[in-house]
T-cell receptor, first 111, second 114 residues
Framework: DAKTTQPTSMDCAEGRAANLPCNHSTISGNEYVYWYRQIHSQGPQYIIH???NNETNEMASLIITEDRKSSTLILPHATLRDTAVYYCIVRSFFGNEKLTFGTGTRLTIIP | DSGVTQTPKHLITATGQRVTLRCSPR?????VYWYQQSLDQGLQFLIQYYNGEERAKGNILERFSAQQFPDLHSELNLSSLELGDSALYFC?????????????FGAGSRLTVL
């Protein structure tokens, strides 16, 4: 699996958009970008994934650069419940591969 | 409720003992994954099963073993327990479709070894 680089921590004001960057410069053509988060000691929660197009769901938006070497997860209106560790993971397109978690970004939403 | 059920939620035991953690995957999911998360540590992949067969192995100690049964539930057996085995153990499952399978995680089993 390709390696990802994320900032160790970030703060965001409640109600503002939280933009979490991720670098994955060694991503290969058959790899997706996944985002998960872990709220304190809970099981990791899937947020969104994408291959090369921007994606949006009820939780977040994922912006992937045209060269696919980096991406940004956007939480449009952050709430205190969004405080968590966010993991950017690159994983093979070919199904049922494990997820390899890095250290992620600890996002703190400030009231 | 993610649909992945793990039992027990909490377990306290002594060094040298053996425990079994159980995981029931989401209905229809054939793959089960086990992860370990020690205090303030990252999520470490232990092992994966697909439809009863071992599929991938990570940093799993020889004292640990797992299996997936015909009804697709899985058990993680931890033996000769040491203080350092205290951790959260997560199970995840995913479907059998090719492509971008999403892993769904359970709430975890917290093991404390005294």
């Amino acid at each position: 699996d390709a390696k990802t680089t994320q900032p160790t921590s970030m703060d965001c004001a409640e109600g503002r958009a939280a933009n979490l960057p991720c670098n994955h410069s060694t991503i290969s053509g058959n790899e997706y970008v996944y985002w998960y988060r872990q709220i304190h000691s809970q099981g990791p929660q899937y947020i969104i994934h994408g291959l090369k197009n921007n994606e949006t769901n009820e939780m977040a938006s994922l912006i992937i650069t045209e060269d696919r070497k980096s991406s940004t997860l956007i939480l449009p209106h952050a709430t205190l419940r969004d405080t968590a560790v966010y993991y950017c993971i690159v994983r093979s397109f070919f199904g049922n591969e494990k997820l390899t978690f890095g250290t992620g970004t600890r996002l703190t939403i400030i009231p | 409720d993610s649909g992945v059920t793990q039992t027990p939620k909490h377990l306290i035991t002594a060094t040298g003992q053996r425990v079994t953690l159980r995981c029931s995957p989401r209905s229809g999911d054939l793959s089960v994954y086990w992860y370990q998360q020690s205090l303030d540590q990252g999520l470490q992949f232990l092992i994966q099963y697909y439809n009863g067969e071992e599929r991938a192995k990570g940093n799993i100690l020889e004292r640990f073993s797992a299996q997936q049964f015909p009804d697709l539930h899985s058990e993680l057996n931890l033996s000769s327990l040491e203080l350092g085995d205290s951790a959260l153990y997560f199970c995840a499952s995913s479907g059998d479709r090719a492509g971008a399978n999403v892993l769904t995680f359970g709430a975890g089993s917290r093991l404390t070894v005294l």
